[in-house]
Structures are given as C-alpha cells and as structure tokens.
C-alpha cells in the first residue's frame, strides 16, 4: 500500500473518531432522553427543538456501524441509546409506521408516515441487530418492511409511494422538504428503501425479501438511471413519466457505490454486473461537478443552465467512497487522485478544526452556509460512513 493511501487512512480513522466525540459529547439529551433535536452553526444548543426519525435512525445506524471498526463499548450503548429511543417514542406501535418527528416532550408533532424514513429506520435497526442480537431490533426493522411492501409499493406499476398519513391514508404533500417536488415517485426515497432492505437481508435470509430487492434494482435501473447522461433521474408520476429536475453530483455520486453494493447484497450475478458498470459510468459523469480545488458542487439546474455554487457536506463524503470504489473497480489512478484532492478540500473547509464535526458547507467564495451542526438532516451518517468504508476498503 502506497504512503499516501496508508496516510489517508490514519486521517480517516482519527476523523470517524473525532466525528463520534462530537456526537457523544455534544448530543446527548440529559434532559428530555435520546438525543438533542438541533445544534446551530455556531455550535450552540436550540432549545425546545422538534427530533427527527431521520436524525434519529442515522444516529442507530451510526454508532452501530462504527462499533464494528472501534470497538469502542462507549459507541455500543450510543446505539443502544438511540434504538431506545426510536422504539420508543417515534415507533407508532398503534398504527405500525414511525412518526416523522416528535417534539421535545416525546409527544408525536408530524404524525405522517413518510416511506423515507421508515427506510432509513430499517437501515439503522437491522445495523443495531447485527451487533446486539436484539430480537426487538429485528422485529420492528421487520414490521416496519412489512408495512412499506402492503401500502407504498404499487402493485401495478413497480416501485414505491412517498408518504401517507398516520392511519396509512394518502396525503397531498408528498415532499420531503421543501426544495423537493411534490411527485409520487422519487429517486431519492427508491435508493434508501434498497439500502434499507438490503442491510435487513443480511440479517435476515427471507427469500421473499431477497426477491423484493432484486425486483428494486431492476425498477431502479430500468426508471432512475439515464443511461444515455448516466446521470440520476430523480421525480417521477406514479406512471413513472418523469418529471425532469436538477442534477444532483451528490446523489449520482452516492448511487453509484450504494446500488453497487446492494447488488453484491443480492448476490444476483446479473445486477452484479450491470451495477459496477454503472458505478463507473455514473463516478465518469460525476467528475463534471468537480470544482479545480476537489470539491464536489451541489446540483447543476439545466434548465437554467446554472450550477447551484454551493458545496454542501454531504456530497463530499459520498464522493470519498464513490471515486474510491470506481478506483478499485478500474485500477485508474485518475480516481484515486479525485479522492486524494476531495479529502484535501474537506479537511481545509468543511471539517471543523476547532469544535469537531463538519459544517453544513461553503459557498462559491468559501464563506460558510450557516445551517445546523446537528439537524433533522445534519446527521453523523454520511460522513461517518465514508470514514467507515474507506477505513475498510482501503487494505494493508
């Protein structure tokens, strides 16, 4: 192993403990339990925040996840302590959903079952399961699969619904943010199920399971990925007519390793091989919101022809693994060097040096984005899953 690789993994390391610190020391709700729902740019608590089941189950996943490469007992009642508090208080044992956020008294706020989320819950129980063995961990990741498959998966078309009420009714706002288009179909919800459903198979050997996931991958091909662009589509109706949208360098570059991997998941030798082409092809295409100081732009709108000049914290930690894996599925130094230069400009601008973690991102002129350090949707999984699978990837 070169120096430089042998180098980049040392910083990886130290960095998914630095990430962890910031999050045992700075999040824990002595308080109300669980932990805290927002912590401002400027590091500073804001009291009474709502908690998000997104944030929540990033967190189980998380501090799951990073125990298998710590070892560090501290990070397994973390895990612990976040899986108590989302089966707890955001687990709708009446209903069988996950209420999408909860307010600082425990009490549900956003009662609606946003499919997001019940995706990502999944991800992050049947992560805590493979470390705990915790019955209840698998039970819930398994009620909760079992609700996405009766209600958001159409029976007709493929492919999965966005939201529903409380009481699994439709609802008319879909979105899940603001910025996102109120469509029935979205790429972004399609590629966390996968993930979701893919990490619950390797606890859980169901071959109706196993069959649901290879069916995804067909559906996620076949719709989401352009392969003429080798871009992501990302809005569709639920007659899966597009509806044409921005770029996003962030999610392309994501999809690209994550799709990959599910279909290692799968086994499925078919997917296997279609998937690592179009890892390549979308990390190829991806390289067109590279910024000369190796960061990663956010989204390019075509039909302003304008590129969005920000460079959020999240893409740059996806682009670490996704360039890395076109690296080891290529050999081509190219992609090792993109890696090399995208770490460089993360340690320079989004990492913060003084109080740990990283910020929400930089504009064009590299003035921070003054948005959450901890948030519904800051959250310690991005970028400590790319230390994480780097940490991995990269061997001695």
Known sequence: MSLQRKLLKSELTAELDSILKYWSENTIDDQNDGFVGQIDFNDHLIANAEKGSVLNARILWTFSASYKTTKNENHKKLAERAFDFLTAYFYDTKFGGLFWSINEDKTPKDTKNQIYALAFAIYGLSEYYSISKDEKALEIAKN????IQE????????GYFEAFTREWQPIDDLRLSEKDANEKKTMNTHLHIIEGYANLY??????????VIIELLETIEKYFINSETGHLRLFFDENWKEKPDVISYGHDIEAAWLLQQCAEISGNETLISNYKKHAVQIAEVTKEGLDTDGG???????KKDELIAEKHWWPQAEALIGFYNAYQLTGKEEYLDI???????????????????WVWGVYHDYSVMQKDKAGFWKCPYHNGRACIELIQRIQD
Do not use: C, M, R
């Open 151 to 158: 209600h958001s998966y159409d029976t007709v078309n493929k």
């Open 202 to 211: 390797k606890v859980w050997k169901d071959e109706k399971l196993l069959a």
């Open 296 to 302: 990663l732009w956010y989204e390019f709108d075509p």
């Open 339 to 357: 890696v090399y230069k995208n770490w460089k400009f993360i340690k320079k601008y989004i990492v913060d040096q003084q109080n740990g973690e």
């Open 144 to 147: 909760l699969y079992f609700k």
